[in-house]
């Protein structure tokens, strides 16, 4: 997901094919484990705490959507401004389409800059400084939370399903 972040088409198929894993992969092993019944109660309450999560719920149900319905509809914001180094210089809200990549959007940043003398005094880049378009993808059902971070508790939380699976095995728990 995150190496098409700014493009938005790769980045809503990725975070499909995430939500996907994020769903099926306790139902295989669920599934795995229907014969081996004290490993199916080693791992029953971690699999039943991801279940009874809210990010479950709702990236499950996100999923259903997908498939039978229609596309994610996510909301992208943004800022534009410069930075020196790798510090951000100063930055103002800029709105970043959802449609569009952030290089499309950089170039309406351009734009701006070229068009407005007071926007290019204020954000544009000088000969210390480089332009720069910040980009964050939200879910509408966990507002204002940048949807790498929902993503990345996802899967943690999936991640210690499987470590319990790993030590109901007799293995090391996963880190």
Same mark, same amino acid.
């Given at each position: 997901?995150?190496?098409?972040?700014? @493009?938005?088409?790769?980045?809503?198929?990725?975070?499909?094919s995430?939500?996907?894993?994020?769903?099926?992969?306790?139902?295989?092993?669920?599934?795995?484990? @229907?014969?081996?019944?004290?490993?199916?109660?080693?791992?029953?309450?971690?699999?039943?705490?991801?279940?009874?999560?809210?990010?479950?719920?709702? %990236?499950?149900?996100?999923?259903?959507?997908?498939?039978?319905?229609?596309?994610?509809?996510?909301? +992208?914001?943004?800022?534009?401004?410069?930075?020196?180094g790798?510090?951000?210089?100063? +930055?103002?809200?800029?709105?970043?389409?959802?449609?569009? +990549?952030?290089?499309?959007?950089?170039?309406?940043?351009? /734009?701006?800059?070229?068009?407005?003398?007071?926007?290019?005094?204020?954000?544009?880049?000088?000969?210390? +400084?480089?332009?720069?378009?910040?980009?964050?993808?939200?879910?509408?059902? =966990?507002?204002?939370?940048?949807?790498?971070?929902?993503? =990345?508790?996802?899967?943690?939380?999936?991640?210690?399903? %499987?470590?319990?699976?790993?030590?109901?095995?007799g293995? /090391?728990? %996963?880190?």
């Open positions: 997901m995150e190496a098409n972040y700014h @493009q938005p088409e790769a980045f809503r198929y990725a975070l499909n995430f939500i996907r894993t994020f769903k099926e992969v306790p139902q295989l092993l669920t599934m795995n484990t @229907q014969n081996h019944a004290e490993l199916k109660k080693a791992i029953e309450p971690a699999v039943k705490a991801l279940h009874d999560g809210d990010l479950y719920k709702v %990236l499950t149900t996100t999923r259903n959507f997908l498939v039978h319905r229609g596309m994610l509809e996510l909301e +992208s914001r943004g800022s534009a401004g410069t930075t020196e790798r510090k951000v210089k100063i +930055s103002f809200p800029f709105r970043v389409h959802p449609w569009e +990549s952030s290089d499309e959007a950089y170039i309406r940043y351009k /734009e701006v800059c070229r068009t407005d003398k007071m926007m290019r005094g204020l954000i544009g880049p000088d000969c210390d +400084s480089a332009p720069a378009i910040w980009r964050t993808w939200i879910i509408k059902d =966990f507002p204002g939370r940048d949807l790498l971070d929902v993503a =990345f508790e996802a899967w943690t939380r999936l991640g210690e399903v %499987l470590s319990a699976t790993v030590e109901a095995r293995g /090391e728990p %996963l880190d």
